[in-house]
Nanobody
Framework: VQLQASGGGLVQAGASLTLTCTAS????????MSWFRQAPGKVRELVGS????????YYGDFVKDRFTISRDNAKNTVFLQLNELKPEDTGVYFC????????????????WGQGTLVTVSS
């Protein structure tokens, strides 16, 4: 399956963005899905995960109720709503399909999108 992430951009602190991850060439409905991010010079970190049914989500500690992950299996799409953005949220955001293992580990995923850049100015 190929994943395409979109929706990034340059925004001011406090703004909101909606990121979209669209899958093609296969289905993501039977897989948990996650969003990661990577800031310049830093390791890739988990932003949030959503189980295949969509009724359970998990977020990194830094999210603090600012972000929401959701999915539409009928459209093979996963979303990440980013609210109250801060300059430290700047980075490339990736969506990924979970294969097995812990969701926080990048090695647990078998498909990655190319990433979409989010830049938050102060």
């Amino acid at each position: 399956v190929q994943l395409q992430a979109s929706g990034g951009g340059l925004v001011q602190a406090g703004a909101s963005l909606t990121l979209t991850c669209t899958a093609s060439g296969g289905t993501i409905s039977s897989s948990a899905m996650s969003w990661f991010r990577q800031a310049p010079g830093k390791v890739r970190e988990l932003v949030g995960s959503i189980v295949r049914s969509g009724d359970t989500t998990y977020y990194g500690d830094f999210v603090k109720d600012r972000f929401t992950i959701s999915r539409d299996n009928a459209k093979n799409t996963v979303f990440l709503q980013l609210n109250e953005l801060k300059p430290e949220d700047t980075g490339v955001y990736f969506c990924a399909r979970h294969r097995s293992g812990t969701v926080v580990s990048t090695t647990s995923y078998d498909s990655w999108g190319q990433g979409t850049l989010v830049t938050v100015s102060s």
